[in-house]
């Protein structure tokens, strides 16, 4: 073969990369992966292109992705419109009657149907759902203490309609994944009176990631990953190695309930969790089928 007649070197590069990709592909057929997606990389419709371009090729090799989105800086565009004041607790929000309206009324409703739509247009099919459809996430009040500053003594703190996952009854998804469709989920729970509950995105796909056996956990956010005192990528961490990284201050503020929602899934069956950047074109696939990886991986250990 002349040289004139060699195969483009970009079209080789994107063959090998196939190539690289194939026994990640074979590895993971027919596996779950559970995806986290927010931040404000949903605010781009590039990133949002992207990211339902990414979810849909998994889909079509095999892997069952679930996805479960966040909405928080949506939610606080909306109630800054409304001239209702939001006040956080260790980053989340508190979450009077009317603020828990407005929040479905964003998460379910325009983030959920967005990212339904994006999929759509990347060829898929999604079916966007809260915990409150069939009723697969029962969920109860979360309860959190803090620490006064001028007597150091812990009091309870009232999140208000703030809740966190108590059940999860997966066949709302399985029922939709076996059908070839992909689910995509609103952080929204339900208790056994009918009342709502609103739930923090990384929590809720922690939970129906456990629930679910899934092989992957990825949580999506505004950082490459755990990053050392240097600043340099941490990208591989056991349960072990965070606890002393949390106790010497490595890990710290946002980060902290992140990696707990990682550790917790991990403990109840998930093979591992990954922490991403999802302003990164399609970081999730770099990470899945390449041997490079693309943020920090948490396993067992």
């Known amino acids: 073969m002349t040289a004139d007649h060699l195969p483009d070197p970009e079209m080789l590069a994107k063959a090998e990369t196939l190539v690289e990709a194939l026994p990640y592909m074979q590895r993971y057929e027919g596996a779950t992966f559970v995806v986290k997606y927010g931040g404000h990389a949903m605010g781009d419709p590039a990133a ?6 990414d979810i849909v090729l998994l889909k079509a090799v095999g892997i069952n992705p679930v996805v479960v989105h966040g909405g928080g800086p949506q939610i606080g565009e909306m109630l800054g419109r409304l001239g209702v004041e939001s006040r956080f607790v260790d980053g989340l929000r508190v ?18 149907k967005e ?3 994006w999929i759509g247009q990347a060829g898929g099919r999604a079916i966007g759902v809260s915990g409150k459809d069939g009723g697969f996430v029962r969920a109860e009040k979360l309860t959190r203490a803090a620490r006064d500053p001028e007597s150091n003594i812990e009091r309870a703190v009232d999140l208000g309609f703030v809740g966190e996952p108590a059940e999860v009854d997966r066949r709302v998804i399985d029922t939709i994944s076996s059908a070839g469709m992909i689910p995509v989920v609103a952080p929204i729970g339900v208790d056994r009176e ?22 992957r956990l990825f949580l999506l956010t505004d950082v490459p990953g755990v990053l050392d005192r240097e600043g340099r990528l941490l990208a591989d961490l056991t349960p072990e190695a965070i606890a002393g990284l949390v106790e010497d201050g490595t890990i710290s503020r946002g980060m902290i309930p992140k990696i707990e929602t990682c550790v917790r899934a991990v403990d109840n069956g998930v093979d591992a969790a990954v922490i991403l950047d999802g302003r990164v074109p399609h970081a999730m696939l770099i990470e899945i089928f390449t041997r490079r990886g693309a943020g920090t991986l948490v396993g067992r250990g």
């Open 95 to 112: 979450t009077d009657a009317e603020t828990a309206k407005i929040a479905e009324m964003v998460l379910s409703g325009a983030i959920n």
């Open 194 to 215: 009918g009342q709502t509950w609103n739930i923090n995105a990384d929590t809720m796909a922690g939970a129906i990631a456990a629930a679910l056996g899934a092989a």
């Open 115 to 117: 990212l339904v739509s």
């Open 48 to 53: 949002a292109r992207d990211f339902a371009q």
